[in-house]
């Protein structure tokens, strides 16, 4: 089967930039301005633009560990059949992954937060 | 000349590896355990939301001295990939090709990350 890499280095890319810039705005955040405790912790990130922004960081997280984790199987895993059960396997992990970070974020009450 | 095929030294042990070398393998390394630590990552954020007292809990677990040691790991790996992975996207712009460049950039990662995980260790 013949493709490119192209649509998976461009993926990877993308993805690395906003990871890169969430994780320092959200360090530099914590730095400057750390939530207070529980209530503080979920107040903030009930706000609908965190959340937003995590639910960004999670998906971009997923799609970043894909292209990552596949290139790392494709290079040492050379039987067709192993790689096709560890990719799927993987696969499987990070949607549920993203799935349980979405439901996480979903699930704050926004009106007792 | 010699008949047969080439030869193959495949002992890593014999090569002397430039440091843009390294700065590559760590960042594969670094990525796999950013990756084998998602899970729980995202299981310390559920704890994280729950209740006071599993907030609380979980801040304890926290600065236990095994899981202090565990995130020294972790925060290393966070900050060697964030910067190794800056430097190639640099790289991608064709910025730091040169040898003395890579060369550079490349101990200013390993610095870089050292220095900012000292500055984690010594914060927390």
């Known amino acids: 089967m013949l493709t490119s890499g192209l649509k998976a280095w461009v993926w990877q890319r993308l993805s690395a930039i906003y990871l890169a810039v969430f994780l320092i705005w959200l360090a530099a955040h914590m730095w400057f301005f750390p939530t207070a405790g529980f209530t503080g912790w979920r107040a903030w990130l009930a706000q609908p633009v965190i959340s937003m922004a995590f639910a960004l960081f999670f998906l971009s997280l997923m799609v970043h560990a894909w292209v990552g984790v596949r290139d790392v199987v494709m290079d040492y895993v050379h039987s067709l059949v192993t790689r096709v059960a560890i990719l799927t396997s993987v696969l499987l992990l990070l949607l549920a992954m993203a799935a349980w970070a979405f439901l996480l974020l979903a699930g704050i009450d926004y009106r007792t937060a | ?124």
């Open chain 2, 1 to 124: 000349m010699a008949k047969g095929p080439a030869p193959v030294n495949l002992d890593l042990r014999t090569i002397a590896f430039p440091v843009m070398a390294v700065v590559s393998i760590l960042h594969r390394i670094s990525g796999i355990l950013l990756f084998l630590a998602i899970p729980l990552s995202i299981y310390a954020m559920h704890l994280s939301l729950k209740s006071a007292q599993d907030f609380e809990r979980l801040g304890a677990f926290l600065h236990s001295l095994p899981v202090r040691l565990l995130a020294v790991v972790l925060v290393w790996s966070l900050l060697h990939h964030l910067f190794a992975g800056i430097r190639f996207l640099l790289l991608d712009l064709a910025i730091g090709l040169s040898r003395t460049q890579a060369r550079m950039t490349a101990w200013l990662v390993l610095a870089g990350s050292l220095l900012l995980l000292f500055t984690f260790v010594w914060a927390i």
